[in-house]
């Protein structure tokens, strides 16, 4: 496919170590066994109701992509860039409104899967674009990230004190590629609460800490994922004078649905489905490490449902829609 420089101006970007992208490929790496398992979504759906059963998760994970698209509020024969773009159902939407989408991922796994379903997949990380501007083609008149931001800031970051840099930063780049009034809509699971997590404590793995408290958690899914949470305003603050926040919601209760049907989901898969334990078999031999930490974050300690669990839980979603100023 022929590829047109995009016609913006250089971005000037603060000076930041690069990122320690390696456990967030690897994450993805074992995470390309869900879709044996019936799973190729990878961040909350939009619920009506409590009803939890695969119609209604299917329903929910299309209305969440429907909902980020209405955000951006995109023409037909306009282009969107979905940061982060998984296995694809928001290029399949967008795609299905007469939008153009191109989506970028870190995961080569993922943009070989898309490219065979014929949706435009790149293996990007996002903090190159403003030095490859020319893979992606034409202009971009609205950005998308659902559920990829969590990863853009590293637990290194945060023991340097540079994660409102990392966000500023990512601002800054989408900001090059959209015009006065044009559209960036992310979804992202935050801290609860400013000061909640201690990246020194963090740093000394989930080992350090009594099983099931916070540390303990939050050490586990940084070691199996990779990525590091912004806290409530942070991103607001990360966002001045590039985006002003236009729209907001609360989606906690919504992560909490999917991430219970998921954990159902591959459980059963599990237990009944020869495919995956094949694919288990061959993670197994290749990223023994990285297997086990998602293991046993995902189903041993079930820190991943930890996050949206109970009456006050340690985490929450939120759903912004931020417009170019
Ligand atoms: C939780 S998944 C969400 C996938 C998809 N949006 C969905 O809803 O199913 C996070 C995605 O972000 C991508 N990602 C993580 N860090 C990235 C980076 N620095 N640049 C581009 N993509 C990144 C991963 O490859 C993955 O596709």
């Known amino acids: 496919m022929a590829t047109i420089a995009l016609p913006l101006p250089p971005v000037s970007l603060p000076t930041l170590q690069p990122h320690a992208t390696d456990t967030v490929v690897n994450c993805y790496d074992v995470l390309d066994l869900c ?3 019936g799973v190729h979504d990878f961040t909350d759906g939009k619920y009506l109701d409590h009803r ?3 119609a209604a998760y299917l329903a929910a994970q299309s209305r969440q992509a429907d909902y980020l698209l209405d955000q951006l ?3 037909p024969g306009e282009r969107i860039l979905d940061i982060g773009c998984g296995y694809g159902r928001i290029l399949q939407q967008a795609q299905e409104r007469e939008l153009s989408a191109i989506g ?4 080569p796994t993922q943009a070989a899967e898309n490219q065979r379903h014929e949706l435009n997949t790149l293996v990007l990380n996002y903090r190159d674009i403003p030095h490859q501007r020319q893979q992606l083609p034409g202009r971009v008149h609205g950005i998308v990230a659902n559920g990829s931001l969590e990863h853009f800031a590293q637990l290194e970051d ?9 966000y500023s930063e990512l601002f800054q780049i989408a900001r090059s590629l959209l015009r006065p009034g044009e559209r960036f809509v992310t979804t992202a699971i935050h801290l609860a609460e400013v000061g909640q997590a201690d990246p020194q404590a963090i740093r000394q793995t989930h080992r350090a800490w009594p099983r099931g408290s916070f540390n303990y958690h939050y050490a586990n899914l940084v070691e199996a994922f990779g990525g590091w949470y912004p806290e409530p305003g942070q991103l607001e603050r990360c966002a001045q004078g590039e ?3 236009v729209a907001e919601e609360d989606g906690t209760h919504d992560y909490f649905l999917t991430s219970e049907y998921w954990l159902r989901q ?4 599990l237990v009944t489905k020869p495919r995956v334990w094949w694919a288990l078999g061959k993670k197994w031999l290749h990223a023994p490490r990285a297997l086990n930490d998602m293991l046993r974050c995902l189903w041993r300690d079930q820190s991943w449902n930890w996050q949206f669990r109970g009456e006050n839980p340690p985490m929450r979603l939120y759903r912004q829609t931020w417009q170019a100023v």
């Not at 970028?104 to 995961?107: D, E, M, V």
């Not at 591959?266 to 898969?269: E, H, T």
Request: glycine share 6%; aromatic share 6%.
């Open 243 to 245: 985006f002003t926040l």
């Open 73 to 75: 509020d995109c023409r």
């Open 158 to 166: 945060a023991l340097a004190g540079r994660v409102n840099d990392v």
């Open 266 to 269: 591959l459980k059963w898969s």
């Open 104 to 107: 970028i991922t870190i995961s």
């Open 52 to 54: 939890n059963d695969r």
């Open 35 to 37: 879709p044996a398992g």
